[in-house]
């Protein structure tokens, strides 16, 4: 009986991919703590008041510094006047809101105001720490 050299050719495809196969099979057995680590979530969501949710610095009880808040909750909009968000260090965009004064625009931030979330976004800010980042933006006007 004569086997045709497509058969064999068949055949020795078939071997070589079953050899591919169970080596890969192998391969990711024994490997399997290094996946669950590469396919593991970057974060996780929390609820507000759940623990964990604070930063080192509010965990440790420091304040952060204000230039600290703005770059992290306060930099996506005020630095390039995102809605009317009033940019840093642009004193004509100060103008009409410096004159009511420090405890109005701490008011403003905690409460939310036009466009602007409740505490501008940073939902693990204090009121102290909402003031720094104010006095931050608008420093040296």
Do not use: F
Not at 18 to 44: F, T, Y
Not at 120 to 134: H, K
């Amino acid at each position: 009986m004569k086997v045709s050299k497509l058969a064999n050719w068949k055949t020795l495809i078939a071997i070589a991919a079953g050899a591919v196969l169970a080596g890969g099979a192998v391969a990711v057995a024994s490997d399997a703590g290094s996946i669950a680590e590469r396919i593991k979530p970057a974060g996780q969501v929390r609820m507000a008041g759940e623990t964990g949710q604070q930063t080192a610095a509010a965990a440790s009880g420091e304040a952060r510094s204000g230039e600290a808040v703005y770059n992290q909750a306060c930099a996506a909009c005020h630095a390039g006047g995102v809605l009317g968000a009033p940019k840093k260090g642009d004193a004509g965009d100060w103008q009409d809101r410096l004159p009511q004064g420090m405890e109005i625009l701490v008011q403003h931030t905690v409460e939310g105001y036009n466009a602007m979330p409740p505490r501008g976004g940073c939902g693990n800010c204090s009121d102290e720490e909402i003031e720094s980042a104010i006095e931050h933006m608008i420093a040296g006007l």
